[in-house]
């Protein structure tokens, strides 16, 4: 079986190899066997390559990527018989760690049956993302009160990116004033031209400050939803009201937040960090199925949110790497076995 996986941390072109790997790959008792048929290229999966590995001493390797949609082959013991899945059904791995590869392992529970309209591009992209916009939001709304929020305006940096697209959607349907920032007039056009009422600045224009200040129209920019971090946030900061909130959960732009302690302190921001981790055991069973179905929902209903990039062989994963970090991409980037 072929399996792209990683020995060292480093740049992904360069650590990353396509191996064939001898075992058949066997489900534990509570997992599912799953055979990938598309395998999304998250920007995190190129993060964790470059900054996270946590390779198992005895394997010296670990495998990458972390959603798929797939086809169910063989099921662990413990979970045949308990009627949720079969062998044959079509499933979304979240998480399916491991699954740059022509199978995987994953945890039963976390196979999730995708309804039959819900086509594999759209799938292999959909939760993770969906779940990280709703995490996003539930981070802001512990952080700002339903007031505050109401009166003011919430800056969505990184706009371009299918996670802030998401957030603009969910923030214009709750009636809440958003701003988009995108880094190129290009991408600011095509997101603003994508959802109606959304108004995008870029960053490549001299007076995006001012763009951003016009867009609020007298509003108090009471959040930030951060995914690039570094220079933006620095120059985003006199632009924010005192006490707002600065929700970081990605870090396009380099690494660093971009907000020094003084402003931290004088200022009084309020900093979240946001992992979609944490859905997995803070979200009551009840919500964390409603955001799934709310996740299909919206795939049925605004499929431009979720767009093919590019779906390369296991084989050109090197060219899927550079296409997920090319400007003004239009699309989510795949690997298909
Ligand atoms: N915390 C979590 O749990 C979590 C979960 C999922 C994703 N994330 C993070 O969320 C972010 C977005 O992920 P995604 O999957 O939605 O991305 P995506 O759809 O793959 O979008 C990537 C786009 O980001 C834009 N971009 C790249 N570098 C940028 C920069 N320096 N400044 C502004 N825009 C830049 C580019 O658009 P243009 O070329 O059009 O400018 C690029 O096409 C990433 O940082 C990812 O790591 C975090």
Same mark, same amino acid.
């Given at each position: 079986m072929k399996a792209i996986v990683q020995s060292a941390l480093g740049e992904p072109a360069t650590v990353l190899k396509l191996i064939d790997i001898q075992d058949t790959p066997q489900p534990g008792p509570e997992e599912v066997l799953m055979d990938v048929k598309l395998a999304s290229v998250h920007h995190g999966d190129l993060g964790m390559t470059r900054f996270q590995p946590s390779i198992p001493e005895d394997v010296g390797y670990v495998r990458r990527g972390s959603e798929a949609v797939g086809i169910v082959r063989? =099921?662990? +013991?413990?979970?045949?018989? *308990?009627?949720? $899945? #079969? /062998?044959?059904?079509? /499933?979304?791995? &979240?998480? %399916?760690l491991g699954s740059w590869a022509e199978s995987v392992a994953i945890p039963a529970l976390t196979a999730i049956p995708v309804p039959p309209e819900v086509g594999d591009e759209v799938a292999a992209q959909l939760l993770i993302n969906y779940v990280t916009a709703r995490m996003i939001l539930r981070g802001l709304r512990k952080t700002v009160s339903d007031e505050v929020l109401g009166g003011g305006a919430i800056l969505v940096t990184g706009a371009s990116t299918v996670v802030a697209r $998401? =957030?603009?959607? +969910? =923030?214009?349907?709750?009636? $809440?004033k958003s701003i988009g920032l995108a880094r190129s007039a290009v991408s600011a056009k095509r997101v603003a031209d994508e959802q109606r009422g959304v108004q995008v600045a870029a960053t490549e224009d001299a007076d995006w400050q001012a763009q951003v200040t016009s867009i609020a129209a007298g509003r108090k920019i009471v959040g930030v939803l951060d995914c690039v971090s570094g220079a933006v946030v620095e120059d985003i900061v006199p632009l924010l009201a005192d006490d707002a909130a600065i929700i970081t959960y990605g870090a396009l732009g380099g690494g660093q937040l971009g907000v020094n302690l003084p402003n931290i302190i004088n200022r009084q921001f309020v900093i979240r960090g946001v992992t979609f981790g944490r859905w997995f055991y803070e979200v009551p069973r009840e919500e964390q199925i409603n955001d799934i179905q709310s996740a299909f929902k919206l795939a049925d209903e605004l499929p431009s $949110? &979720? #767009? /093919?990039?590019?779906?390369?062989? =296991? %084989?050109? +994963? *090197? *060219? %899927?790497?550079?296409a997920v970090e %090319?400007?003004?991409r239009d699309g989510f980037v795949f690997l298909k076995p």
């Open positions: 063989a =099921l662990g +013991f413990e979970v045949e018989g *308990q009627g949720n $899945l #079969k /062998v044959g059904d079509r /499933v979304i791995g &979240f998480p %399916a $998401l =957030l603009l959607h +969910f =923030l214009n349907k709750e009636g $809440l $949110l &979720f #767009k /093919v990039g590019g779906i390369y062989s =296991l %084989a050109d +994963f *090197q *060219q %899927a790497i550079a %090319a400007p003004n």
